[in-house]
């Protein structure tokens, strides 16, 4: 079984910034996801194998997905902070042609990375 191995994340004050990292290779589609406390698992940003993006309006111009093809790496880098954000975020993986917004979309997933926020 594929294993995405995730680290990274951390506390920090509202307005901070972090970074979550996944070590994953191969796949035509990788995607951030993140559960909050007492709610379901939520989509975060996607990118495809030609490098493009797709945001959740919650995150839009605050976080940006990026990967290192040559380390084999996802990251996500996370600015302007709100304590809203706190959440355990997930990375994923697909080998399908196209990118989704849905945890079915995905077939393998990180450990977690916990990020916390306070104000």
């Known amino acids: 079984q594929v294993q995405l191995v995730e680290s990274g994340g951390g506390s920090v004050q509202a307005g901070g910034s972090l970074r979550v990292t996944c070590a994953a290779s191969?796949?035509?589609?990788m995607a951030w996801f993140r559960q909050a406390p007492g709610k379901q698992r939520e989509w975060v940003s996607f990118?495809?194998?030609?490098?493009?993006?797709t945001y959740a309006s919650s995150v839009k111009g605050r976080f940006t997905i990026s990967k290192d093809n040559a380390k084999n790496t996802l990251y996500l880098q996370m600015n302007s902070l709100k304590p809203e954000d706190t959440a355990m975020h997930y990375c994923?993986?697909?080998?399908?042609?196209?990118?989704?917004?849905?945890?079915?979309?995905?077939?393998?997933w990180g450990q977690g990375a916990q990020v916390t926020v306070s104000s």
């Open positions: 191969g796949y035509t589609c």
């Open positions: 994923a993986g697909s080998w399908v042609r196209y990118c989704y917004k849905v945890e079915a979309g995905y077939t393998d």
């Open positions: 990118i495809s194998t030609d490098g493009s993006t």
